[in-house]
């Protein structure tokens, strides 16, 4: 419970007298009544005279640029008060305000008479309650960071279609309704594990750490670690040293929706994907099934198209292709082959001819060297053989036949080399150089001496 703190002035400083009661005498009755102006001007000059400091909840703030002013709501159990800041007062302080945040104001009541509105002007403002809280984690923010705790590239993937979906949260808070009412919404494929557990108090981040364990031996392909809005110190179980690092270390993606916009606490800094509420949280886990469908009949459209247009073409390929010259002709089939057996044939037929013409003229070089050969193996007898027809020649009977003698031989063919030999009247045959002679012996006569030569006896 957030309690106002009041200081007064002190003794002295100012004094308001309490007003006299009706019919107490004091006033007279002869004072004329106070206008509506100049009784608001009176309150005004009472209230600026009390300077106090309030602590408080911020329950609105509003911070347009262009305005003067910065204007904000602080309430406790029961009350709310309207205040503002000047603008360069404001920027002085060096404080972010949000709604939710614990302060303390220092200023005086004001009075807008036109209205007959009242604010408290602020001169001071500090954050109350959470300002050491806000240096140790920002400490403890830093020191993670440090480790590589926060870095994007150690950050797991989230599924693009999970199949089981773990919700850590209160089972009692508003948080788990909005989350399992998107998730049924958008994505009712998946099935969800509900594990509930305090998200306030000194325990809490123990008792989250054990959901956390119970969500991954479930194998939950994701988790939401969630929970609704609050004050700073509501949320510091999610600011806890320990239950960050179990989230960094999980082996599953942690989706967290704290549900506390203006901060980061240190589990959203450490875990896979923040964001900013329980419902944003259940949205980027799933899909949206009617955008899926959509895709899917849109896809399926497309794809039964390019399947009718693929058709439509293959079938006028087809109705070309049975109308082509090769279909209509059989022998089309076998002309190319028969091209090129031709002209394998008419290469083969040079090619023998070429070989057996080469191997002709290779033969008749080899005929020719051996007849070559032969002839110089021969040339020696042959001419010597030659001399030896010309020394036979010169000793031949023709050529002595052919100079003019002749030659007598009987019907037996014996040589007459003497008249004693034959008788008279014996045939003979006288054998000159051009043929050969009959001739009947009529006579014998014996020479005076026979020539040892027959060339001498020529002679």
Same mark, same amino acid.
């Given at each position: 419970?957030?309690?106002? @703190?009041?200081?007064? !002035? ?16 004091? @006033? ?19 209230? @600026? ?19 003067? /002013?910065?204007?904000? *709501? ?28 614990? #302060?303390? #104001? ?7 008479? /036109? ?8 001169? *001071?403002? %500090? ?18 960071? &440090? ?18 979906? /773990? #919700?850590?949260?209160? !089972?009692?808070?508003?948080?788990v309704h909005d989350v399992l009412r998107t998730l049924r919404r958008r994505y009712p494929l998946a099935e969800v594990l509900l594990c509930g557990v305090p998200v306030e108090g000194d325990g809490a981040p123990r008792q989250i750490i054990a959901g956390l364990e119970a969500a991954v031996q479930a194998a939950a392909e994701v988790i939401l670690l969630v929970r609704g809005g609050g004050s700073y110190e509501d949320l510091m179980p999610f600011n806890d040293e320990t239950l960050a690092r179990a989230i960094a270390s999980s082996p599953i993606p942690i989706v967290t929706g704290i549900g506390h916009e203006p901060d980061n606490s240190i589990a959203d800094m450490v875990a896979s994907y923040r964001a900013s509420t329980p419902t944003a949280a259940a949205e980027r886990v799933a899909p949206n099934i009617a955008e899926i469908t959509a895709r899917l009949t849109s896809q399926s459209q497309r794809?039964?198209?390019?399947? %009718? ?6 079938? &006028? ?24 057996? @031709? ?6 037929? +040079? ?7 080469? =191997? =002709?003229?290779?033969?008749?070089? +080899? ?32 050529? #002595? ?6 030659? =007598? ?11 004693? /030999?034959?008788?008279?009247? *014996? ?18 006569? !014996? ?13």
């Open positions: 419970m957030y309690q106002e @703190e009041l200081i007064f !002035p002190e003794p002295g400083e100012f004094a308001i007298e309490p007003a006299a009661e009706p019919g107490s005498g004091t @006033e007279s009755d002869s004072d004329p009544a106070l206008s509506v102006s100049e009784a608001l001007q009176l309150a005004k000059g009472a209230l @600026e005279r009390v300077a106090v400091t309030i602590r408080g909840e911020i329950s609105e703030f509003s911070d347009k640029p262009g305005y003067k /002013a910065v204007y904000f *709501t602080i309430t406790d159990e029961s009350s709310a008060l309207s205040c503002l800041i000047w603008r360069n007062v404001f920027q002085r302080q060096d404080v972010q305000l949000r709604q939710g945040a614990l #302060v303390e #104001v220092s200023g005086v009541f004001s009075l807008y008479a /036109a209205k007959g509105r009242m604010n408290f002007e602020v001169r *001071t403002l %500090r954050l109350a309650g959470e300002g050491d809280l806000r240096v140790k984690v920002a400490q403890l923010a830093r020191k993670l960071a &440090t480790e590589g705790l926060m870095d994007a590239e150690r950050k797991l993937p989230l599924p693009q279609f999970p199949g089981r979906i /773990a #919700v850590v949260t209160s !089972p009692r808070g508003k948080a794809l039964g198209q390019g399947l %009718r247009s693929h058709s439509l073409r293959l079938g &006028t390929r087809i109705a070309a292709l049975r109308q082509a010259r090769i279909f209509m002709d059989c022998e089309q089939l076998f002309k190319d082959r028969q091209y090129s057996l @031709e002209a394998a044939g008419q290469r083969l037929s +040079s090619a023998l001819e070429s070989s057996v013409s080469r =191997a =002709a003229q290779q033969q008749q070089l +080899s005929r020719n060297r051996l007849l070559q050969q032969g002839r110089n193996l021969l040339a020696p007898a042959q001419a010597q053989l030659r001399m030896q027809a010309a020394q036979l020649q010169g000793l031949s009977p023709l050529a #002595v036949l052919a100079r003019g003698y002749s030659v =007598a031989y009987d019907r037996d063919g014996h040589v007459i080399s003497s008249i004693d /030999a034959i008788d008279l009247c *014996t045939e003979l045959v006288l054998r000159v150089s051009d043929g050969q002679l009959g001739c009947l012996v009529q006579d014998k006569q !014996p020479l005076a001496s026979a020539p040892e030569d027959p060339e001498d006896a020529n002679d």
